[in-house]
């Protein structure tokens, strides 16, 4: 199996003007993140609107950006479905095109119980030869990854990694503290600070449009140990990073990305594009922090 490490793009999915997949656009998309520096991608996430795609777009964005990479980064694929068969069905797919691995939310309705989650994800990794990265974010799943929850699934074979979407920093130490060398962890939402905790990645929604600096702070923290240097990065790219958490994830991504030269669409209903004056926050801080497409 491959090793992850860094920071990795969370990606949107690009729309033209009448709504439809913009797959020219993804992929400059993919060419541009790669000469950025970023570590590795994952389209298909929740900021790609996986669930307001049908499933021959799914296909169509999966097998564009494996292609369009090439190799020259680890690509994730987004797999999760309420129904394990699905979620099945979705990886193997996924390892059918040529992903690395894929990146697995918990059923995100039914509330599974802690036996439910491991017979959901022992069933996924005996499908597939890919590693797993789970997805904990309890804000959207309804179900939450607690830190001996994880440990249990750490002992399934391809569950190697986690996305941990929390803002308790210290379940970095824990999951790290209970499962050894068993699971290496990505930030979610907290980049810099996991990092400090002993994070080997983080899965990034603002890299969408600061790729380079975010692959940056990872390798100033992780690989040069220049903490100092780090934060004082970390805080100037704060005022990015923070306008793209909560609900305007994916209309924020996609507005910042329209501004620096690179025209995404609008996220799909029900969401909406952002009102005015947050768009021209987003217009601001592409302006403040220099940042443009190619």
């Not at 541009?32 to 609107?49: A, F, K, M, R, V």
């Not at 329209?258 to 947050?278: I, K, N, S």
Request: some cysteine.
């Amino acid at each position: 199996m491959k090793t992850f490490r860094g920071t990795f793009t969370v990606m949107v999915t690009p729309f033209t003007e009448a709504g439809a997949l913009d797959l020219a656009a993804l992929r400059r998309f993919v060419d541009w993140q790669i000469e950025q520096g970023i570590h590795g991608l994952i389209p298909l996430g929740s900021t790609g609107e996986f669930l307001s795609l049908s499933d021959e777009e799914h296909v169509a964005v999966a097998e564009t950006v494996i292609r369009q990479a090439a190799g020259r980064v680890p690509v994730l694929i987004g797999t999760g479905a309420e129904d394990t068969r699905e979620a099945v069905r979705l990886s193997r797919r996924a390892e059918a095109l040529g992903a690395d691995g894929v990146m697995i939310i918990p059923p995100f309705y039914s509330t599974p119980t802690e036996d439910e989650l491991y017979h959901h994800y022992r069933t996924i990794a005996g499908a597939i030869g890919l590693p797993i990265m789970l997805y904990n974010n309890p804000a959207t799943a309804n179900v939450d990854l607690t830190p001996p929850v994880v440990a249990r699934l750490s002992t399934i074979d391809n569950c190697r990694y986690i996305k941990e979407s929390t803002l308790e920093v210290t379940r970095v130490r824990d999951i790290l503290r209970l499962c050894g060398d068993r699971m290496t962890v990505f930030g979610g939402i907290l980049g810099f600070e996991s990092f400090v905790e002993g994070a080997e990645g983080w899965v990034a929604v603002a890299s969408n449009a600061a790729p380079q600096a975010l692959s940056r702070l990872f390798t100033l923290v992780a690989d040069e140990e220049r903490v100092s240097e780090a934060r004082s990065l970390y805080l100037r790219y704060l005022p990015l990073i923070e306008f793209v958490g909560g609900q305007r994830y994916v209309a924020g991504s996609k507005a910042l990305l329209g501004h620096m030269g690179l025209p995404v669409g609008t996220p799909r209903p029900p969401r909406l594009p952002l009102p005015d004056a947050q768009d021209a926050v987003a217009r601001d801080i592409v302006a403040k922090l220099a940042l443009r497409f190619g």
